[in-house]
């Protein structure tokens, strides 16, 4: 690329990035009735209206305002739309915009937003650095799809979401693991123009040699842990895990029930047996770690999972991606909500790592064994609130998306968090042991 059509190509990226997330919260919020968009389907969720609304408030707030300077359109809103002074619980109390209040201002956010896009610079620094401020805010809107899409999950009633089955080619099956040589290896990015402040910068860490599974753990290998009387078994179970499990009375994934022999379960209205084939979804870090100590392995920490996904043993270097420095293509993983459900596990082929493991970008959420830290020169940019107040103990790390995130929101270096209670997220694992 000459430098002359860097900026333009930039431009274009934005664009489309923007453009594909306005497509999905569209998607997301035109199938659903007017009281099902203002109603809480969960107190772990906000209500769907709040969501589109404050999609539009922090595009306005860093793209209309911190980027173009200019006055917002709506300040008497914008402490309804502030994710940290109001928790998701009390959002349905607050005088929010209604449903067709909130799509005409986050269309007129956008509609301003377009414009700047075409005469700024997208160079320089700061927010503007290769379009960095366009890029957080695509990653932005394409996050809290992922959200919305969890709230359909939770949501009770006739389906109003729909998507063909992912169908990929599986390939010859892998080995059940793999080796993972020791040594040193770069984890994270300084270069991805829109990396988000907690995958920077590039370092060096060093790993023991270990194993980890090929393919994410299955439904019907969970299944023999829930036989085995996994969730009876105190020795599987750290404590804190042991008690959430007790007091809650859990004994399966989330959205799954014993009926008739089977199990089932509810998958975005619809109730169906549980695919055994399928990576396990909707279990917490408890239920992840216990099934490793069950399986006599454990979690792989998050070092281990990138090198896992990233490392090439033959050039000693980092990829973007498990499969290449390429963007992710429908026969790389499955990924952007094509699917409303983790593909077979095995498939994907062309997606492998050079050492052979599947599936490390897409389908599911993975679990890891680590507390969600800061690297080495750790910066927050541009704002505290993303990452470094999330930093501790009280957070554990999950790597390599979902069928719902995006690939604008995935990458190889790209580092979620949640409580390790949290259930409803899509999200799965596989297991390492030592070497």
Not at 86 to 100: I, N, T, Y
């Amino acid at each position: 690329m000459t430098t002359a059509s860097r900026p333009e190509a930039l431009r274009e990226r934005a664009l489309a990035a923007l453009t594909a997330a306005r497509a999905r919260t569209a998607a997301l919020t035109d199938p659903v009735s007017e009281p099902d968009l203002t109603a809480q389907h969960s107190p772990l969720m906000s209500p769907l209206v709040w969501d589109l609304a404050h999609i539009g408030n922090q595009e306005e707030l860093w793209l209309l305002r911190n980027v173009a300077g200019q006055e917002f359109l709506r300040p008497d809103i914008n402490s309804l739309y502030d994710a940290f002074e109001h928790p998701r619980s009390e959002r349905p109390k607050l005088p929010l915009l209604g449903p067709r209040e909130a799509r005409r201002y986050a269309a007129d956010v956008r509609g301003r937003v377009f414009d700047l896009l075409e005469r700024t610079p997208l160079e320089g620094s700061g927010l503007l650095d290769d379009g960095f401020a366009f890029g957080m805010i695509a990653q932005h809107e394409q996050q809290h799809d992922e959200t919305m899409l969890i709230t359909h999950q939770l949501r009770r009633g006739a389906p109003v979401l729909s998507a063909p089955d992912p169908d990929p080619p599986l390939g010859p099956p892998p080995a059940a693991e793999v080796l993972v040589p020791g040594g040193p290896f770069t984890m994270g990015t300084s270069a991805e123009p829109w990396s988000l402040d907690n995958e920077r910068p590039a370092h060096t860490r060093e790993t023991a040699a270990f194993w980890i599974d090929t393919v994410p753990v299955t439904n019907a290998a969970y299944e023999a842990f829930i036989a085995d009387g996994g969730y009876g078994e105190r020795r599987w179970w750290a404590a804190e895990g042991w008690e959430q499990i007790r007091a809650h009375e859990i004994e399966a994934p989330l959205f799954w029930r014993r009926e008739a022999g089977q199990w089932l379960r509810r998958r975005f209205g619809v109730t169906e047996p549980v695919p055994g084939d399928e990576p396990v979804l909707h279990v917490s870090w408890y239920e992840a770690d216990a099934y490793a100590r069950w399986a006599g392995r454990r979690l792989p920490s998050e070092e281990e999972w990138e090198k896992a996904a990233r490392f090439d043993p033959a050039s000693g270097r980092s990829t973007r991606y498990p499969w290449g420095d390429a963007d992710p293509t429908p026969a790389h993983a499955n990924l952007g909500q094509r699917h409303l459900r983790p593909a077979r596990a095995g498939s994907y082929p062309a997606g492998a790592s050079p050492l052979g493991v599947r599936q490390l970008i897409g389908d599911v959420w993975e679990w890891t064994s680590s507390d969600f830290l800061p690297y080495p020169g750790f910066r927050a940019f541009p704002y505290r609130e993303y990452s470094e107040v999330f930093f501790g103990p009280g957070h554990k790390v999950l790597r390599g998306g979902s069928f719902a995130v995006d690939e604008v929101a995935c990458r190889g270096t790209f580092r979620n968090w949640d409580l390790p209670v949290r259930r409803q997220i899509f999200s799965g694992f596989r297991t390492a042991r030592d070497a």
